[in-house]
Structure formats: C-alpha cells, structure tokens
C-alpha cells in the first residue's frame, strides 16, 4: 500500500464515548481503563492483546490503534449495534507521530509483523485490506484474509482528538445520537461502513 492511496484512518467506538475522546484523545487500552468509558471490544482477543510485546519493547495495550479499514471483521461482529456505534476518521498525520507502528494484519494475531510508520504502509497489502468481502472457500484462506482486513496503526499512548476529521454513522438514528452528546464535527452517514 502506497500511503498516496490512503485517505483517512478509523476508530470504531460507542457514540457515547465521543465527548470523553474529543477532552482527552483516543487513548491506548492501558490509559482508557482508567477511564468511565463503553467498550466494545471482544474479551478474548483482549486477552491476547494484554500479553503481547512489539519489537519496540512496549506491550501492545500501551498503544491507541487505529484500523487502516474499518469495514472488517471486528465490524461485522458488532454491526447489531450499528446504531450505538461510530467510525471516527483519522488524519493520516498520525502516520508521522513518534514511535508509530503499522501492522501488516490484526495485532493479535500470531503472525502479525510491526514495522515503524509510515514506511510499514508497503507491507500492508491495500488490495485485501479494502477488499469488499473476505470469505472464501478455503477456510485458511478466510481466516488469513480477516487478520489482514484488521491491519493496524498503533500510536503509542493517545491521539489527540485534533487528528479527527469527521465521524461516520449508519444512519439517521445515530446520526442524532452523536449530534445529542454535543458533537459539531462533518458527519457522514454510509451504511456501507457499518456493513448494512
């Protein structure tokens, strides 16, 4: 992937998280526990996540991520509850923060490589990772096409709500969910997206 051909990066999250990200930035799972927050994250692949150690020696909890895509797997999972949620778009200008990090697929997976951003973004295969749909009749296949449709941008620590540009919503419900917790911000309805 050529980052010429990436425009924007997601973070899925309830609506009603949105006011405590625009104060205090989209934090690493370590910080947001700290924090009366909603989550929707899937237990188990915490679970995998809390142990894992990145090249750089920090573990991976102590990273805010981001999906190159958020029309993925962990989308479809939770896409009963498209009306709760959103898609905040990210700058690519956290591409160039710090200590950043791109994985070629899911980070907890297994098989998952970390490389420093921007540079990582070659070895993200663009093509699968916006690809339309991941199923295939191969069962191994599948499963490697979904770890890669999660390919990652880790940020160490928080991003600060500055680099959201807009956030997506499934409709005209959660549109109004998002407008009621305050937010100002461009808002883009596609249920696309939310895999509708």
């Known amino acids: 992937m050529n980052r010429r051909d990436l425009s924007e990066l997601h973070y899925i999250t309830p609506i009603v998280n949105v006011p405590s990200i625009m104060e205090h930035g989209i934090l690493s799972h370590k910080l947001a526990d700290r924090m009366d927050h909603v989550n929707v994250s ?15 020696g920090k573990w991976l909890h102590d990273y805010a991520n981001l999906y190159i895509c958020a029309r993925n797997p962990m989308m479809y999972l939770r896409k009963n509850l498209h009306q709760e949620l959103c898609v ?52 191994i296949t599948e499963w490697q096409h979904k770890s890669i449709k999660c390919a990652e941008v880790l940020v160490p620590n928080r991003i600060d709500s500055a680099y959201i540009d807009g956030v997506y919503v499934s409709g005209r419900i959660a ?22």
């Open 88 to 139: 905040l778009c990210i700058s690519t200008e956290v591409l160039d923060i710090a200590g950043a990090v791109v994985t070629d697929q899911n980070a907890a997976s297994g098989y998952a490589a970390f490389y420093p951003s921007p540079e990582g973004l070659r070895r993200v295969d663009g093509e699968l990772v916006f690809s339309e749909y991941w199923t295939h009749l191969d069962q």
């Open 175 to 196: 549109r109004k969910r998002l407008m009621d917790t305050g937010f100002t911000g461009n808002i883009i309805i596609s249920e696309h997206m939310f895999l509708l």
């Open 42 to 56: 899937l237990q188990d692949v915490q679970e995998r996540r809390k142990n894992k150690k990145l090249p750089t």
